[in-house]
């Protein structure tokens, strides 16, 4: 009996300093400072797909999703009354927690 697939790939540190994701014998570089948020990307896309990566996919797609992510992770936190009162500091917060991705 074949060992099921893992809902999400695990994450693993690459000697050039980047994070990497094995998925069906491919290797897809995540880069340095980015890596957390892309890695979430990339594990929508993989469970969307039937725990699959499409054949065209394409690793630099991954930003946008990142963009798109962010902005979601946004409007979330802004219905919270606690963010409108400390706006600048959540959104830095933020931008720790996401690695300074420049905001869409």
Do not use: W
């Not at 540190?13 to 897809?28: K, P």
């Not at 630099?60 to 409007?75: C, G, H, I, M, S």
């Amino acid at each position: 009996m074949a060992r099921p697939k893992a809902k999400a790939p695990a994450r693993q540190y690459h000697i050039s300093g980047q994070s990497v994701v094995r998925i069906a014998g491919r290797d897809i570089y995540l880069g340095k400072l980015e890596s957390i948020a892309r890695y979430a990307a990339l594990v929508v896309v993989y469970q969307s797909n039937g725990l699959t990566i499409p054949e065209d996919f394409d690793p630099a797609t991954l930003d946008e999703r990142v963009a798109l992510l962010f902005k979601l992770l946004q409007r979330e936190v802004a219905k919270f009354s606690f963010v409108a009162d400390h706006e600048s500091e959540c959104q830095t917060l933020l931008r720790i927690e996401f690695q300074e991705i420049p905001r869409p």
